[in-house]
């Protein structure tokens, strides 16, 4: 008896039906992977608005208003965000840390602050470069940064 031919069940038999495994394993590994590349869904979160409202001067320094819009999510203990404001001509001038909680449940609230040193009209682009902390509820910093949607009245951009 030959142990060459594939009916039998011999090596030739065993080598074929590797070989059909291997090609079932080719194909099959790609199309999890994509299933797996598949970005996850956004967060059924409510959005948190942050609006630039208003540029004014304060002596040396440009107060900014900035509208904090929860009117559709939980209260927040602190939300701390890093800025950066950045010239008419995009090179980054200043960069600031500012507490913009509490925020209570669905209220919107109105903060202010200074970036000392820096003329108003200077400012072309106001960047959220993160969210320092976020608490309250389920919070953390990651799902506050995917919440805020950034806008501005003023002449220079606000964005994420």
Not at 34 to 42: F, G, L, S
Not at 78 to 83: A, I
Request: with cysteine.
């Amino acid at each position: 008896m030959s142990d060459a031919g594939p009916g039998r069940g011999g090596i030739g038999g065993r080598l074929l039906a590797g070989a059909a495994l291997a090609a079932a394993l080719i194909t099959a590994i790609p199309a999890a992977m994509a299933q797996d590349a598949t970005p996850p869904a956004k967060s059924d979160a409510p959005p948190l608005k942050i609006e630039l409202n208003r540029l004014e001067p304060a002596g040396e320094a440009c107060r900014t208003y900035m509208l904090v819009d929860n009117s559709r999510g939980p209260a927040l203990k602190s939300l701390k965000v890093d800025l950066f404001a950045f010239d008419t001509e995009g090179v980054a001038q200043k960069r600031l840390a500012v507490e913009l909680g509490p925020v209570q449940e669905k209220k919107t609230v109105v903060r202010l602050f200074d970036f000392a040193g820096l003329a108003c009209p200077k400012i072309g682009r106001l960047l959220l470069n993160d969210v320092l902390a976020c608490e309250g509820g389920d919070a953390t910093r990651e799902t506050c940064l995917e919440r805020i949607e950034p806008a501005t009245k003023t002449s220079a951009a606000f964005d994420r």
